[in-house]
């Protein structure tokens, strides 16, 4: 069974830079595409970037682009979220998942979250 956990959140003022990581065990071929979603309070859950780990192909929402990066050590089984020029909308609880691909519809396997906060 795949076990994803997350680390590196904190809180940072506006501006700042956090790097998020997500370790990953007991994956199978299922696993292939690593992604980071982030809940806010009383707000939906949404996608924030992907990455496919055999081609490093990656995708982002749109207001994170050109400040989050999202990359893979496979050596590592690790996924890193670097994100900079936080803002207070960034806040947010950051979850990591793993599914077949990035468009897949349901991502099968979670970890336990890390709490990101964007304040001065």
């Known amino acids: 069974e795949v076990q994803l956990v997350e680390s590196g959140g904190g809180v940072v003022q506006p501006g700042g830079s956090l790097r998020l990581s997500c370790v990953i065990s007991?994956?199978?071929?299922?696993?292939?595409?690593i992604a980071w979603f982030r809940q806010a309070p009383e707000k939906e859950r949404e996608g924030v970037s992907c990455?496919?780990?055999?081609?490093?192909?990656?995708v982002y929402r749109d207001s994170v682009k050109g400040r989050f990066t999202i990359s893979s050590n496979n050596a590592k089984n690790t996924v890193y979220l670097q994100m900079n020029s936080l803002e207070p909308e960034d806040t947010a609880v950051y979850y990591c998942?793993?599914?077949?691909?990035?468009?897949?519809?349901?991502?099968?396997?979670w970890g336990q979250g890390t709490q990101v906060t964007v304040s001065s």
């Open positions: 990455i496919r780990r055999t081609d490093g192909r990656t």
């Open positions: 998942a793993s599914a077949t691909t990035c468009s897949s519809p349901r991502f099968r396997s």
């Open positions: 007991g994956f199978t071929s299922d696993d292939d595409a």
